[in-house]
């Protein structure tokens, strides 16, 4: 009897380690499954020529009403690591590299002369009419002054079918400041973006490394309700005379920095801190509903949209400055 209640307890003894170890084992993978590893934010990333002064720090209210230190971002609003433009093409005859592209419907169109000769049989109306049907010449802003009639939700009768081209030469001296918290802090559920003057959510998506804004989706219902169309070059920007050049698309021409272990490359940064990542097609069922996810090296971060749906990522993760 005294060798079975041996037994007896050496099994007890046992399945409590067992149980013990099963438990905190649980709890370890929970827990690296949620910023075990958090990354900050690595100011040098950022290319010198997108600043307009010096990177520095300081303290700021979040939106969680905590207080934290976030680096004070100064941009330039143009694109300084590749070229921009172009985006209308001079003649239906032109080929894709006179133009840039358009987002429509999830995909990515080369807005060539062709693109814009069958804009009327692509949106099934016969209003649209961009060119000139004896010459071929496409209808587009030519100045300062057409950009800054063309490029607004109501656009007179005046600038209807015009592809619509902002230079960065019309552009004046821009800055525009930006606050990323140095370490990123998971907020209690994600923040949904800003899309009107009443909303509380910031718009702007996040920075890239080159200093130029991932920017909300473009209002492509007010341009094309217009008969106008504003493409964007083929690394997904566009000019706005006030705002300066920005991004609705991430084509991986801008800034990136390739990972070691086959990870897709970082772009940016989010407004909350955690890093912008480049599109992953076989990652897309182990997103959160923000885009991001979480790994042992880059801690959690985002994988930004198709550049056919003009969207970047669908909700910050985390806290941002106010």
């Known amino acids: 009897m005294k060798k079975l209640s041996y037994y007896i307890t050496l099994f007890a003894l046992s399945f409590m380690i067992f149980a ?12 690296i499954t949620s910023d075990l590893v958090v990354v900050d934010v690595d100011e040098s990333l950022f290319l010198t020529a997108g600043l307009s002064e010096t990177i520095t720090i300081e303290s700021r209210t979040m939106s969680d009403g ?4 976030c680096y004070k971002i100064v941009v330039t609003g143009l694109a300084t690591d590749h070229d921009m433009g172009p985006w209308c093409p001079s003649n239906i005859s032109d080929d894709a590299s006179a133009g840039g592209i358009w987002l429509e419907g999830g995909e990515k169109y080369d807005v060539d002369g062709s693109f814009i000769e069958n804009l009327a049989t692509f949106y099934s109306d016969s209003t649209w009419s961009m060119y000139d049907s004896s010459t071929g010449e496409i209808t587009k802003t030519e100045s300062k002054e057409d950009c800054a009639n063309a490029a607004i939700p109501d ?17 004046e001296s821009i800055t525009n400041t930006y606050y990323i918290p140095v370490t990123p ?6 923040t949904a973006f800003g899309s009107g003057p009443m909303s509380t959510g910031p718009s ?9 804004v991932f920017d909300a ?9 217009a008969y ?13 005379l006030a705002a300066g050049y920005h991004y609705h698309a991430a084509t991986g021409i801008s800034t990136q920095i390739e990972q ?10 989010a407004l909350d801190g955690y890093g912008m990542y480049n599109y992953d097609s076989s990652i897309l069922s182990d997103l959160d509903e923000s885009l991001g996810h979480y790994d042992e090296t880059r801690g959690y971060h985002y994988h930004v949209d198709y550049a056919g749906t003009n969207n970047f990522i669908n909700s910050l993760h985390g806290v941002y400055a106010n």
């Open 20 to 31: 013990c170890s099963s438990n905190s084992t649980t709890e370890i993978e929970e827990e």
């Open 217 to 225: 989706p473009a209002p492509v219902s007010n341009i094309l309700g």
């Open 185 to 190: 802090v998971e907020a209690s559920s994600p």
């Open 228 to 240: 106008t169309l504003a493409p964007f070059d083929d690394a997904g920007g566009h000019i706005n």
């Open 204 to 212: 702007v998506r996040g920075l890239a490394f080159n200093g130029v």
């Open 260 to 269: 070691t272990d086959g990870h897709t490359g970082m772009i940016g940064y």
């Open 66 to 69: 905590s207080t934290a230190d």
């Open 155 to 171: 656009v007179g009768d005046d600038y209807k079918n015009y592809c619509v081209e902002c230079l960065p030469s019309y552009l």
